[in-house]
C-alpha cells in the first residue's frame, strides 16, 4: 500500500495559481503511476496528470495543458501540482492518486489507480 496526504487547496480567484503537494510513504518504490485526479459536484472524477512507467514527461487531461505542471521530488516522495491561470471549472477537490497495478498503456482512468489520498479542495471564484 501506498500513503497520500494532500495539501495546499484553498480558496483563489480567477487567474491566481496554486500548487498541490502529494507526500507519499509506504511502498512508493512499487508504484507504476502517480498523478492527480479532481471531481467536481455532481461530476464524476476526472483525469489531471500523471507520471508512468511508460516515460519520463507527464502527460496531461486536455483541460489543464499549458496551465497546470506536475513534477516530482523523488528525495522527498513528493509529487507537486502547479496550476497556473486557473478558472472557475478547475474548482474540485483534488486527489492525488497512486499505482501499483501494472499497465501497458497510459494511467488515465481511476480505475488504473488503488491508492488515494483525502482530497483537497481547491475553490477558483470569477
Known amino acids: 500500500q501506498v500513503q497520500l496526504v494532500e495539501s495546499g487547496g484553498g480558496l483563489v480567484q480567477a487567474g491566481d495559481s496554486l500548487r498541490l503537494s502529494c507526500a507519499a510513504s509506504?511502498?512508493?518504490?512499487?508504484?507504476?503511476?502517480m498523478g492527480w485526479f479532481r471531481q467536481a459536484p455532481g461530476k464524476e472524477r476526472e483525469f489531471v496528470a500523471a507520471?508512468?512507467?511508460?516515460?519520463?514527461?507527464?502527460y496531461y487531461a486536455d483541460s489543464v495543458k499549458g496551465r497546470f505542471t506536475l513534477s516530482r521530488d523523488n528525495a522527498k516522495n513528493t509529487l507537486y501540482l502547479q496550476m497556473t491561470t486557473l478558472k472557475p471549472e478547475d474548482t474540485a477537490v483534488y486527489f492525488c492518486?497512486?499505482?501499483?497495478?501494472?499497465?501497458?498503456?497510459?494511467?488515465?482512468?481511476?480505475?488504473?489507480?488503488?491508492?488515494w489520498g483525502q482530497g483537497t479542495q481547491v475553490t477558483v471564484s470569477s
Open positions: 507520471f508512468s512507467w511508460t516515460g519520463s514527461n507527464p
Open positions: 509506504g511502498r512508493t518504490s512499487s508504484s507504476y503511476a
Open positions: 492518486s497512486a499505482s501499483t497495478i501494472y499497465r501497458r498503456s497510459s494511467y488515465l482512468r481511476s480505475s488504473d489507480y488503488n491508492n
